[in-house]
C-alpha cells in the first residue's frame, strides 16, 4: 500500500459530511415504507439520525443489497445494519430482498419479506414457522405430488428437530404433531402412503 503524498495542511482540513438523505426530486421516498412495518419495541421518534436514513436509502436503492436488519442496543441506542449483529440481541427486526429486486411502493409486499424475532430466537422461529408459513404451505393445492412429498417430509424432519431442541433446553421431552394431521380425516390419510409416512 502507498500512501499518497499529501500535505499536513490538507489532512488538517479534511472534513466528514453527512449529506441529508431526502430523495431527489421526482424519485419516490420509500423509508416510510419499511418504518411503518418496523416492529421494535423501544424505539422513539429520537433514536433517528441522519445515518439511519442514509443506511435505509442505501437498501432501498441498492439491489445488491440483500438484507437491514434493526435493533436496540443497550450502550449504542438504535442500530441499522445491512448484516445480522454478531451479538445476540433482545429484538431485531429484518427486511430482505428478493434477489436484485428493485423496491417500490406498489411492489414492497411482493419483493420484501420483513419481520422481527425475539429472544430465546429458537421459540421465535416455532411461532412463525407454525403461525405463517407453515399454515401457508398446507393449503397450497398446486404442488407436484412428488415435490410436496419430499418438501414435506424435510419440513417435518427440520420441525421435529427444532421441536426436540426446544424443549430438551427447558428440560421436557414434547413430540412434534404436524399440523397436516388436524386438517385431514384418518379415512384420507390412510389412503396415502406418504402421508402416513410423514405421520408415523
Given amino acids: ?14 472534513e466528514l459530511v453527512i449529506v441529508p438523505s431526502t430523495p431527489m426530486e421526482g424519485e419516490a421516498d420509500l423509508k416510510p415504507c419499511l ?9 422513539t421518534e429520537e433514536m433517528w439520525t441522519e445515518e439511519h436514513l442514509a443506511a435505509m436509502d442505501q437498501f432501498l436503492k441498492d439491489v445488491t443489497q440483500t438484507m437491514i436488519v434493526f435493533y436496540v442496543d443497550d450502550f449504542a441506542g438504535l442500530k441499522v445494519e445491512p448484516v445480522i449483529p454478531h451479538q445476540e440481541q433482545k429484538q431485531l427486526a429484518y427486511f430482505i430482498r428478493q434477489e436484485n429486486a428493485e423496491i417500490t411502493e406498489e411492489n414492497f409486499h411482493e419483493v420484501v419479506q420483513f419481520g422481527s424475532v425475539r429472544r430465546p430466537y429458537i421459540d421465535s422461529l416455532m411461532r412463525t414457522l407454525n403461525a405463517a408459513y407453515l399454515p401457508r404451505l398446507f393449503r397450497k393445492g398446486s404442488w407436484p405430488e412428488s415435490i410436496k412429498n419430499e418438501f414435506f417430509s424435510e419440513i ?4 421435529t428437530s427444532l421441536t426436540d431442541t426446544r424443549y430438551k433446553m427447558k428440560g421436557r421431552t414434547v413430540l412434534y404433531i404436524p399440523i397436516e394431521s388436524f386438517t385431514i380425516t384418518p379415512e384420507v390419510a390412510q389412503k396415502d402412503k406418504a402421508v402416513v409416512h410423514r405421520l408415523e
Avoid: T
Fill in 1 to 14: 500500500y502507498i500512501q499518497p503524498n499529501v500535505p499536513e495542511e490538507a489532512e488538517e482540513n479534511v
Fill in 35 to 43: 418504518r411503518k412495518r418496523l416492529s421494535l419495541s423501544g424505539v
Fill in 156 to 159: 417435518y424432519h427440520f420441525m
